[in-house]
């Protein structure tokens, strides 16, 4: 486990290494000091053949109980515009030298001593990293995180001044809101904050709660679009699974010019000897229609073929992996048991699994379903397959009756060894997600799912019963049918359960969930509950309700706990956007508040001017 949560700080150690109704809408571009002022620069444009230099320096650390992990670089970094692929879209060679690391990654000498390569394009996103084939794939995300750090989007259209942009670290998707900081100065100087995790990927998924302590990141940019020229930021964040915090992760980074004439330091790949990784595309391998040879193997050399792909190590093998079994499956509908009966026996080794059972939820032929619900409940399968099989039956397509019934026997199978608590908490967890996907295709099937997941949560008898019964429900989406239950739970005699009964109650949303939370906050006595009612009164697809924003801002002042403050704070930022009243009680609680993280927490939604 502590080196999982390592990972996690990995993932966020560079300045994105490791939400939405407003980003669908526009933030209001704030008036500038001067109105003559000239608007930022609101594309990147480059030419070939242009070289900047930098020293960058980043760090992390990341607590986890009693563990804590130490994750440092510094480096050389130059970046050489290759070539132009479209008017929008510029192909860059990043390279690194004396590079001096500390941490998790043993050695990054071998996979830094060829170029990596970005695709940029004119908001100065990045839109893809390729990587030779010799980087490892633990080496390659690091490296990849470190670059997602330096991404500044300059997203605003002519005179904006403030903008929010949706962007993705190694952690999973996120808003960063950018503000000019100082229209009439040249260079132009930027901040960029991380406002809310939309998604947090991995298999925690949604269930993994992700807090932004503090996000600040200051950038200076050449006003016609060349680049950056600095970068300073500092991110801390917590994590949290069912209530209960996984780790503590600090992370800064910067990035200043070079004076030298060096040249370029590194070689660059081939483009036969790169690995591209764009995860906006990973979805589109899947679909691309079976080449006559691969339908033409026999069972053997197809696994065999597959195995090979999935075992390669980077993310292009991977993908045409999934591809390969895919296009088998539907073609060879029989072939679905062989492949849970290779599993079963090790023929597919352990690093190609998962992959495995994503194709045959993916095929979505009846023989596949039938080959999942058959794995469901083999015995012989190791508990960590028996829940992939769980979590693919909830979303395969046309999912039918037998699959809701596995799912409920699985579900309901005796308390016993922690491998099969884990697997019934995984099967109550899937028929919520199982109802969500067929709510409106398959309404009698979703009944039965809402009363399934009644029974469960009226006759269960541990905490963790209780506990997966929430998140089912949670996962399911429909208030209608379940806020009233999921709320008495708020009466719960254990915290833990009402946190969660807090959270599945934000999850659902709607002015009756809303009611229930905020009339519980201020009967609460345990900090951490009243901490996840506040961030569970947070839509990601709205803002706060109106009485939600009254109740924050009347109990901001006098709340004790320095977290559960932040968590009123965001609640109040978040709504500042569109509700004057809560600017108000931001700017009133920035003049008294002692806390100076709490401080800077309130300045990502106010100007510094509405501060003074």
């Known amino acids: 486990m502590r080196r999982a949560r390592i990972g996690a700080a990995l993932a966020f150690a560079g300045v994105a290494a490791l939400v939405g109704l407003y980003l669908r809408r526009r933030e209001p571009a704030l008036a500038p000091p001067d109105a003559s002022a000239p608007a930022p620069a609101a594309r990147c444009h480059f030419a070939a053949g242009d070289v900047w230099s930098y020293q960058l320096s980043s760090s992390a650390e990341e607590t986890a109980g009693e563990d804590s992990a130490q994750e440092s670089l510094r480096a050389k970094v130059w970046f050489r515009v290759e070539r132009e692929v479209s008017p929008t879209e510029w192909r860059v060679a990043v390279a690194m030298s ?16 060829k170029a990596m390569v970005v695709r940029v394009n004119q908001a ?4 893809g990293f390729g990587f030779d084939k010799s980087v490892p794939v633990d080496a390659r995300r690091y490296l990849r995180g470190q670059l997602r750090d330096l991404e500044i989007v300059l997203a605003g259209g002519p005179g904006a001044y403030v903008w929010v942009s949706r962007q993705s670290d190694e952690l999973g998707e996120y808003a960063a809101t950018y503000r000019v900081a100082a229209p009439d100065v040249t260079p132009l100087e930027l901040t960029k904050q991380r406002n ?62 070079r004076a030298d004439d060096a040249p370029f330091p590194r070689p660059v790949p081939a483009d036969g000897d790169l690995v591209w990784e764009d995860p906006k ?28 792909l999935a ?52 095929a979505g032929t009846p023989r596949a379903q039938e080959a999942l619900r058959g794995a469901l409940k083999d015995g012989k399968l190791d508990g960590t397959n028996r829940m992939r099989a769980a979590l693919a039956l909830a ?10 019934e596995a799912l409920r026997d699985a579900a309901r199978s005796p308390a016993g060894s922690q491998s099969n608590d884990l697997l019934r908490g995984t099967a109550t967890r899937a028929l919520g997600r199982l109802q969500k996907n067929v709510g409106r295709s398959q309404p009698e099937l979703a009944a039965s799912i809402r009363e399934e997941l009644e029974r469960e949560l009226r006759d269960a008898r541990s905490p963790d019963a209780v506990g997966s019964a929430l998140d089912a429900m949670g996962n399911s989406g429909d208030a209608t049918a379940y806020e009233e239950a999921v709320a008495r739970k708020l009466e ?11 959270r599945t109650l934000g999850k659902l949303g709607g002015a009756a969930a809303t009611k229930a939370l905020v009339d519980r906050f201020g009967r609460e006595p345990d900090p951490l509950v009243r901490e996840m009612i506040a961030d569970a009164l947070i839509p990601d697809d709205a803002p706060p309700l109106d009485f939600a924003v009254a109740m924050a801002a009347a109990a901001v002042a006098s709340e004790p706990d320095v977290n559960v403050r932040g968590a009123l704070l965001r609640l109040l930022g978040e709504a500042s956007k569109g509700d004057a009243s809560a600017k108000v009680a931001l700017v009133t609680q920035f003049r008294r508040e002692q806390v100076a993280s709490l401080k800077a927490l ?11």
């Not at 079994?325 to 690093?351: C, F, N």
């Open 98 to 113: 004396d590079v001096v690391h500390d941490g998790v990654l043993r050695e990054l000498d071998a996979p830094t001593a």
């Open 124 to 127: 100065c996103a990045f839109a």
């Open 196 to 257: 809310r995790y939309l998604q947090v990927d991995g298999p925690m998924g949604s269930n993994l709660k992700t807090t932004i302590v503090e996000s600040q990141t200051r950038a200076t940019v050449d006003p016609g679009g060349r680049w950056m020229q600095r970068i300073d930021g500092v991110e801390h964040l917590t994590l949290r699974f069912q209530g209960k915090v996984l780790a503590d992760v600090r992370a800064t980074t910067h990035l200043s010019p």
């Open 281 to 308: 595309t990973d979805a589109g391998v899947a679909a691309a229609a079976p080449e006559p040879a691969t339908i033409a193997m026999s069972v053997d050399d197809a696994t065999a073929k597959f195995v090979a």
């Open 311 to 362: 075992t390669a190590g980077d993310t292009a093998s991977s993908q045409e992996s999934l591809a390969l079994l895919i296009a088998y499956l539907r073609a060879h509908p029989d072939a679905a048991d062989e492949v849970v009966a290779r599993i079963r026996r090790g023929a597919i080794p352990p690093a190609a699994q998962s992959t495995a059972f994503l194709a045959l939820e993916k």
């Open 395 to 404: 979303d395969v397509p046309s999912p039918s009756k037998d699959t809701f």
């Open 492 to 502: 719960d005699e254990s915290p833990l359960l009402r946190a969660q009964a807090a």
């Open 602 to 612: 309130i300045g990502r939604y106010c100007t510094a001017a509405e501060l003074r």
